[in-house]
């Protein structure tokens, strides 16, 4: 049985990944999973998984919850009892699924013990890519993408040489507002900006996929994943989302991974790698689906993408500033505070306002996060 901690369990991907271990009795058993706030979630995840820890987000989530579930199982609490979890229990996979940059401090704690990493999160590639891949290097820890993307990608990788590797070709859906003018994002709502066409996710990447800074981080996901030059990584728009990406090889030969838009796939997979496991998830009527639509991606009207790409190129705590700055921005908008399309305005100022260092540490790399956070936050 492989032993696994999920951090970030009632999110999208954490219920997705508790769904595929559902499918599989035997095969796996659960560590510790963690959340932040929503413990009526966790609750009966504990009784159906019967985890030795859990982690919420404070001391009275955490009092409340041990009320509820009288010494069933662990209760940690805060930063420190997500290290704990990270540093201290006994697993072999660790599931990134978590929002945002919250996820870093215990995703390299994993890493330190040469674990499995599995990952959803992108956030902690973004801004910590270079720290992230050293790391894994140095301490022999597996890091194997979640994003379906990267997934595809990873899996057109298997049994070819990286050096035989001519591009990357990551395939973006072009979210809710692909045929809609620039001009339409000054009044666009929050409603509108998390119906997304074709993906069930969480509302943070809603939003980002709406914008495309979604493919924007992906990029930059993929260059630290991947270990390519940045101007081997093309973006193209796929409608269907039926193919999650492509590779092509230096004889012009393309390979593609196909699927249903059901994350539940590439969790499979990063869970069951190297080996895959027979599962009854509906599979694609190719007939019926009949076309595949490919366009490439407006860099003028999807300003995101081209911040991110600016971002790649500059290095440092570029990408960690477009981050920080962007979730902010993100939870603006769903807040109702901003418009959609000040989502890149405000990135962009601060990308210009604040310092970029070079090679950054953990300790400026939080820094730097806590900075952009303060400095969006302020901003009109
Ligand atoms: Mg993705």
């Given at each position: 049985m492989k032993k696994v901690l999920i951090l970030g369990s009632t999110g999208s991907i954490g219920i997705n990944t508790l769904n595929v271990i559902r499918n599989f009795p035997g095969e796996f058993e659960i560590t510790a999973l963690t959340v932040n706030t929503r413990i009526d979630l966790l609750e009966p995840q504990i009784y159906e998984f019967n985890p030795k820890a859990v982690v919420v987000k404070d001391e009275k989530l955490g009092q409340e919850l041990k009320r509820r579930i009288s010494g069933k199982c662990e209760v940690l609490v805060g930063h420190e009892g997500l290290i704990e979890a990270a540093s201290k229990l006994d697993y072999d996979i660790f599931v990134g699924a978590m929002v945002g940059f919250s996820g870093l401090a215990p995703t390299l704690e994993a890493i330190k013990r040469g674990k499995i990493i599995t990952l959803a999160n992108k956030e902690t590639l973004v801004v910590a890519g270079e720290l992230v891949t050293r790391l894994c290097k140095e301490n022999n820890a597996k890091l194997i993408p979640i994003d379906s993307e990267h997934s595809a990608i990873f899996q057109c990788m298997e049994?070819?040489?990286?050096?035989?590797?001519e591009k990357i070709i990551l395939t973006a859906s072009g979210g809710p507002f692909l045929n809609k003018s620039k001009s339409y994002f000054d009044n666009v709502s929050v409603k509108e900006a998390l119906n997304h066409p074709n993906w069930k996710m969480g509302n943070k990447i809603t939003i980002d996929s709406a914008s495309m800074m979604n493919k924007g981080l992906e990029i930059i996901e993929a260059y630290w994943l991947f270990g390519i030059e940045k101007k081997k990584i093309d973006v193209v728009i796929h409608p269907q989302s039926i193919i999650h990406s492509m590779v092509q090889f230096i004889d012009g030969s393309i390979k593609a991974q196909m699927g249903l838009p059901d994350m539940k796939l590439p969790i499979q997979y990063a869970l069951t790698y190297p080996e895959r496991l027979p599962n009854d998830f509906s599979r694609i009527d190719l007939a019926q689906i009949g076309t595949l639509n490919f366009f490439s991606p407006d860099t003028e009207k999807f300003e995101c993408l081209k911040l991110a790409y600016g971002a790649l190129e500059a290095g440092g705590t570029a990408p960690c500033i477009l981050n920080a700055a962007n979730e902010v921005a993100v939870d603006k908008f769903l807040k109702g505070?901003?418009?959609?399309?000040?989502i890149p305005h405000l990135i962009t100022n601060a990308l210009e306002k604040i310092e970029n260092h070079k090679s950054p540490d953990v300790k400026t790399i939080f820094e730097c996060d806590k900075e952009t956070r303060e400095y969006v936050l302020a901003l009109g």
């Amino acid at each position: 049985m492989k032993k696994v901690l999920i951090l970030g369990s009632t999110g999208s991907i954490g219920i997705n990944t508790l769904n595929v271990i559902r499918n599989f009795p035997g095969e796996f058993e659960i560590t510790a999973l963690t959340v932040n706030t929503r413990i009526d979630l966790l609750e009966p995840q504990i009784y159906e998984f019967n985890p030795k820890a859990v982690v919420v987000k404070d001391e009275k989530l955490g009092q409340e919850l041990k009320r509820r579930i009288s010494g069933k199982c662990e209760v940690l609490v805060g930063h420190e009892g997500l290290i704990e979890a990270a540093s201290k229990l006994d697993y072999d996979i660790f599931v990134g699924a978590m929002v945002g940059f919250s996820g870093l401090a215990p995703t390299l704690e994993a890493i330190k013990r040469g674990k499995i990493i599995t990952l959803a999160n992108k956030e902690t590639l973004v801004v910590a890519g270079e720290l992230v891949t050293r790391l894994c290097k140095e301490n022999n820890a597996k890091l194997i993408p979640i994003d379906s993307e990267h997934s595809a990608i990873f899996q057109c990788m298997e049994g070819e040489k990286r050096n035989q590797v001519e591009k990357i070709i990551l395939t973006a859906s072009g979210g809710p507002f692909l045929n809609k003018s620039k001009s339409y994002f000054d009044n666009v709502s929050v409603k509108e900006a998390l119906n997304h066409p074709n993906w069930k996710m969480g509302n943070k990447i809603t939003i980002d996929s709406a914008s495309m800074m979604n493919k924007g981080l992906e990029i930059i996901e993929a260059y630290w994943l991947f270990g390519i030059e940045k101007k081997k990584i093309d973006v193209v728009i796929h409608p269907q989302s039926i193919i999650h990406s492509m590779v092509q090889f230096i004889d012009g030969s393309i390979k593609a991974q196909m699927g249903l838009p059901d994350m539940k796939l590439p969790i499979q997979y990063a869970l069951t790698y190297p080996e895959r496991l027979p599962n009854d998830f509906s599979r694609i009527d190719l007939a019926q689906i009949g076309t595949l639509n490919f366009f490439s991606p407006d860099t003028e009207k999807f300003e995101c993408l081209k911040l991110a790409y600016g971002a790649l190129e500059a290095g440092g705590t570029a990408p960690c500033i477009l981050n920080a700055a962007n979730e902010v921005a993100v939870d603006k908008f769903l807040k109702g505070k901003i418009k959609f399309s000040q989502i890149p305005h405000l990135i962009t100022n601060a990308l210009e306002k604040i310092e970029n260092h070079k090679s950054p540490d953990v300790k400026t790399i939080f820094e730097c996060d806590k900075e952009t956070r303060e400095y969006v936050l302020a901003l009109g």
